[in-house]
């Protein structure tokens, strides 16, 4: 018997150690539950209003994008507009050298000042023009290019180099900048 109560004792001491246990495991959970800050609940916003904020987005940067978009376009203009008053205000004075000389040119009896008078007007304007960035293209005897050229004529070439060149310019072309703005009129020997 005393085996048995031995035994009776054992299990007793077991159950209470694991009820001990249990009763310790269940104080540290409410004492973390305790510690650990209840969370506060945020609502999740629903499909109307997550709607109505994209779309109020999307509205403000629509705006922005068409307010930037006339901005510009308006800008292009104003410089495009103005972009030649530069250039004209320069020709002015070319223009009030054509004047003089058309109101001298009424007295004057003497054509070689005439001339001269006339090559001086000619050199100012062209010089005003270049300082703009116009450059005369030079073309005769130089092989015939589609991209530069504007063919007006073939004539049989006058000598065996000049075949597939440009014989003549009727009319001068012109750069600005490197760009073609007046093709060459040329006269291409064959």
Known sequence: MSEEKEFNEEVKNETTSDTQDTATEEQVNETVAEETPV???????????????????????????DNYRKRTNKEKLELISTASSGVIKDLVAVLD???????????????????EGFQLIYNKLKSTLETKGLKPMV?????????????????????????????????????????????????VGQ
């Open 39 to 65: 969370e506060e609940t945020v609502s999740e916003p629903t499909a109307e209003e997550k709607y109505a904020e994209l779309n109020d987005k999307f509205l403000r940067l629509y705006s922005e994008f």
């Open 97 to 115: 050298d054509f004047e003089r000389a058309i109101t001298n040119n009424e007295t004057v009896e003497d054509t070689t000042s005439l001339k």
């Open 139 to 187: 073309s005769k005897g130089e092989v015939f290019d589609s991209e530069l050229h504007e063919a007006i004529a073939n004539i049989p070439a006058p000598s065996e180099d000049l075949k597939g060149k440009i014989v003549d310019d009727v009319e001068k072309g012109y750069y600005i900048h490197d760009k073609v703005i007046r093709y060459a009129k040329v006269v």
